[in-house]
């Protein structure tokens, strides 16, 4: 492979020479910016090799640089030929940063302004050194020297009936045009495949781990859309189930479709769509409105059928997740101490008994021992999987797509008997878990604002988790849906009924073990005495959580409660779909606890 990758950073930079540039910068996305991307948009692993989700490459005519986060420091080692790249560090180093180091003065920096947002592309024009040159290419040479590039997966459109989403699109569509006569805007071009996967309420199966269409829209003031996208993929039934307005276009006409905005107000979101669109319609003469995708807010706060269908498939996914957690410590019981791959393919053939789940909600983390202290691990990303550890954890986050919901749930378990320390950081995690999970807050207030209490257990020992502690969730889409979310980091959007956040908290301790309880939780109004009504959580995820783990003396008898109450919920919905041996496990696992 280093020199298939040699010979491709060759014909890249004799592109680069005849072009007259100096550099060409690689994300790792692809014009729709989304999370995953299919296969025929992996451009970064065609160039270098790197498999990681996340990572960007700048070639130079005579040098070129591997950018990769903590993550991925050394998986980057053994995938990218040191010879031809140097490693940075993403975050710290950014690729322009690099560039303006180490490109000399005058330097030509080719840039495929479909790959990146427009944000990114302002901020960069904004900070570049004078004596460097942006050039925004209008082919990206990849294309061309990609000679066995796969076939795009372009699957027929699967059109979503009001039982599983509950409201029509030309309903929804009516919202958004209401949306945009306030902010004065004749269209909204739509990028974020979810959200047009909202709208029209269709779904596909074009990327890995969403079930989405690769597509476009331009919604207009009057309601009626721009659908770009091959006809041949829509059922007859397409127009009956959208109703009137909806136009389906070429996806190649995407660009004289914006050029033929000229003039006219158009709203644009520059953190999820890409460079491309900006500079056409400014091109075109059109009036650019920033702002954020209109369908991100509806879209987040689900509408009554919409949680139904989550709480249901959480049902049926919580009985997959249970007999894969009875089968683990039959395994273990007998001795066979298994690798991390053959445990998250069980996971899935368990899920998979279930005909409805159509894929995983994001690559399963399946991490035993050390391995769990990366709280990003890939076990595929490894030279071999790791091997379940006794008497340490094995930790397991992962997610199906239903029909009905989208799930995703972690879980740490007990591989024979771990230390009291082991023990004690799991019940400092969980504490926060139950504090998170038991809060109550006024209207308006924020994801960042109850951060804290997710972490104030673990703060109170000199502890503390380096991620966010809660994202959003679609509804038969993204695992990962904003605009909402738990973190550190401040977050504007204030907290509406109908949202769904995971509620993740953890603890990981280099090379010896990692820890994660998470749920997803559903925004309810909860009903007090006082003057007003507030907000809360409700818990979606039904599995139990591992009681072997918990430290009773740092458990108040409250917090005990809590997970009595939640093991009893969680045996009432799963036990009638199980039986024997998985029913037997499931009585002990979700046992009352009592000090």
Same mark, same amino acid.
Request: some cysteine; glycine content about 8%.
């Given at each position: 492979?280093?020199?298939?990758?040699?010979?491709?950073?060759?014909?890249?930079?004799?592109?680069?020479?005849?072009?007259?540039?100096?550099?060409?910068?690689?994300?790792?996305?692809?014009?729709?910016?989304?999370?995953?991307?299919?296969?025929?948009?992996?451009?970064?692993?065609?160039?270098?090799?790197?498999?990681?989700?996340?990572?960007?490459?700048?070639?130079?005519?005579?040098?070129?640089?591997?950018?990769?986060?903590?993550?991925?420091?050394?998986?980057?080692?053994?995938?990218?030929?040191?010879?031809?790249?140097?490693?940075?560090?993403?975050?710290?180093?950014?690729?322009?940063?690099?560039?303006?180091?180490?490109?000399?003065?005058?330097?030509?920096?080719?840039?495929?302004?479909?790959?990146?947002?427009?944000?990114?592309?302002?901020?960069?024009?904004?900070?570049?050194?004078?004596?460097?040159?942006?050039?925004?290419?209008?082919?990206?040479?990849?294309?061309?020297?990609?000679?066995?590039?796969?076939?795009?997966?372009?699957?027929?459109?699967?059109?979503?009936?009001?039982?599983?989403?509950?409201?029509?699109?030309?309903?929804?569509?009516?919202?958004?045009?209401?949306?945009?006569?306030?902010?004065?805007?004749?269209?909204?071009?739509?990028?974020?495949?979810?959200?047009?996967?909202?709208?029209?309420?269709?779904?596909?199966?074009?990327?890995?781990?969403?079930?989405?269409?690769?597509?476009?829209?331009?919604?207009?003031?009057?309601?009626?859309?721009?659908?770009?996208?091959?006809?041949?993929?829509?059922?007859?039934?397409?127009?009956?189930?959208?109703?009137?307005?909806?136009?389906?276009?070429?996806?190649?006409?995407?660009?004289?479709?914006?050029?033929?905005?000229?003039?006219?107000?158009?709203?644009?979101?520059?953190?999820?769509?890409?460079?491309?669109?900006?500079?056409? *319609?400014? $091109?075109? =003469?059109?009036?650019?409105?920033? &702002?954020?995708?209109?369908?991100?807010?509806?879209? !987040?706060?689900? +509408? %009554?059928?919409?949680?139904?269908?989550?709480?249901?498939?959480?049902?049926?996914?919580?009985?997959?997740?249970?007999?894969?957690?009875?089968?683990?410590?039959?395994?273990?019981?007998?001795?066979?101490?298994?690798?991390?791959?053959?445990?998250?393919?069980?996971?899935?053939?368990?899920?998979?008994?279930?005909?409805?789940?159509?894929?995983?909600?994001?690559?399963?983390?399946?991490?035993?021992?050390?391995?769990?202290?990366?709280?990003?691990?890939?076990?595929?990303?490894?030279?071999?999987?790791?091997?379940?550890?006794?008497?340490?954890?094995? *930790?397991? $986050?992962? =997610?199906?797509?239903?029909?009905? &919901?989208?799930?995703?749930?972690?879980?740490?378990? !007990?591989?024979? +008997? %771990?230390?009291?320390?082991?023990?004690?950081?799991?019940?400092?995690?969980?504490?926060?878990?139950?504090?998170?999970?038991?809060?109550?807050?006024?209207?308006?207030?924020?994801?960042?604002?109850?951060?804290?209490?997710?972490?104030?257990?673990?703060?109170?020992?000199?502890?503390?988790?380096?991620?966010?502690?809660?994202?959003?969730?679609?509804?038969?889409?993204?695992?990962?849906?904003?605009?909402?979310?738990?973190?550190?980091?401040?977050?504007?959007?204030?907290?509406?009924?109908?949202?769904?956040?995971?509620?993740?908290?953890?603890?990981?301790?280099? $090379?010896?073990?990692?820890?994660?309880?998470?749920?997803?939780?559903?925004?309810?109004?909860?009903?007090?005495?006082?003057?007003?009504?507030?907000?809360?959580?409700?818990?979606?995820?039904?599995?139990?959580?591992?009681?072997?783990?918990?430290?009773?003396?740092?458990?108040?008898?409250?917090?005990?409660?809590?997970?009595?109450?939640?093991?009893?919920?969680?045996?009432?919905?799963?036990?009638?779909?199980?039986?024997?041996?998985?029913?037997?496990?499931?009585?002990?696992?979700?046992?009352?606890?009592?000090?």
């Amino acid at each position: 492979m280093q020199s298939v990758i040699s010979q491709r950073v060759a014909q890249i930079r004799q592109w680069l020479e005849a072009e007259q540039l100096d550099a060409l910068v690689i994300p790792h996305e692809d014009e729709y910016l989304g999370e995953y991307i299919p296969e025929h948009n992996e451009r970064l692993l065609w160039a270098t090799g790197f498999t990681g989700s996340a990572g960007a490459a700048v070639i130079g005519r005579d040098k070129a640089a591997m950018f990769v986060d903590g993550r991925y420091v050394v998986q980057v080692r053994k995938q990218v030929p040191g010879d031809v790249f140097e490693y940075r560090h993403l975050i710290e180093e950014p690729p322009m940063h690099w560039v303006q180091e180490h490109l000399p003065a005058g330097s030509k920096i080719a840039v495929d302004p479909r790959l990146h947002s427009g944000a990114w592309l302002a901020r960069v024009q904004q900070h570049l050194d004078k004596d460097q040159q942006l050039v925004l290419i209008s082919s990206n040479p990849i294309d061309d020297l990609w000679h066995d590039r796969p076939a795009p997966t372009l699957s027929d459109a699967r059109l979503m009936g009001l039982d599983f989403v509950g409201q029509s699109s030309q309903d929804k569509r009516a919202g958004i045009a209401t949306s945009l006569q306030k902010q004065k805007a004749d269209a909204v071009l739509l990028t974020q495949l979810d959200s047009i996967a909202w709208l029209l309420n269709v779904r596909g199966s074009d990327v890995h781990c969403l079930p989405v269409l690769l597509s476009a829209a331009i919604v207009h003031q009057d309601a009626s859309v721009d659908f770009f996208i091959d006809q041949a993929r829509l059922p007859a039934e397409f127009a009956a189930h959208v109703g009137e307005g909806v136009r389906v276009q070429a996806p190649e006409t995407l660009k004289n479709s914006l050029t033929a905005l000229s003039g006219k107000r158009v709203l644009l979101d520059p953190a999820t769509s890409n460079a491309w669109a900006g500079q056409t *319609l400014r $091109d075109a =003469g059109a009036v650019i409105i920033e &702002g954020a995708d209109p369908c991100m807010l509806p879209k !987040a706060a689900k +509408n %009554p059928t919409e949680v139904a269908g989550m709480k249901a498939s959480h049902i049926r996914d919580g009985v997959a997740v249970s007999r894969f957690l009875a089968w683990v410590d039959r395994q273990v019981a007998a001795g066979n101490l298994l690798d991390e791959a053959t445990l998250a393919d069980q996971l899935w053939q368990f899920r998979i008994q279930d005909p409805s789940c159509t894929d995983v909600s994001f690559d399963t983390i399946s991490a035993a021992g050390g391995n769990a202290a990366m709280c990003h691990y890939n076990h595929n990303n490894q030279p071999e999987p790791g091997v379940l550890q006794m008497d340490n954890v094995y *930790l397991v $986050d992962s =997610g199906g797509q239903y029909p009905d &919901g989208t799930t995703d749930i972690t879980r740490t378990i !007990a591989i024979g +008997n %771990p230390d009291a320390e082991v023990k004690q950081t799991f019940t400092l995690v969980l504490k926060g878990h139950i504090a998170l999970s038991t809060a109550r807050f006024p209207r308006g207030t924020t994801g960042s604002q109850l951060d804290a209490l997710a972490r104030q257990h673990l703060w109170a020992h000199g502890f503390d988790f380096d991620h966010g502690t809660g994202h959003g969730v679609g509804h038969f889409l993204n695992v990962h849906e904003g605009p909402q979310r738990i973190s550190k980091a401040p977050n504007p959007t204030a907290l509406l009924p109908g949202m769904v956040l995971s509620n993740e908290p953890g603890y990981y301790r280099a $090379d010896a073990f990692g820890i994660r309880i998470e749920n997803l939780e559903l925004v309810v109004e909860v009903a007090t005495e006082g003057d007003m009504t507030v907000l809360g959580f409700e818990s979606l995820t039904r599995a139990p959580i591992d009681r072997r783990l918990v430290d009773l003396s740092l458990m108040t008898k409250t917090e005990l409660d809590w997970l009595n109450r939640y093991h009893q919920t969680v045996f009432d919905v799963i036990s009638p779909s199980l039986q024997g041996e998985d029913l037997s496990w499931l009585q002990q696992a979700t046992a009352p606890l009592s000090r």
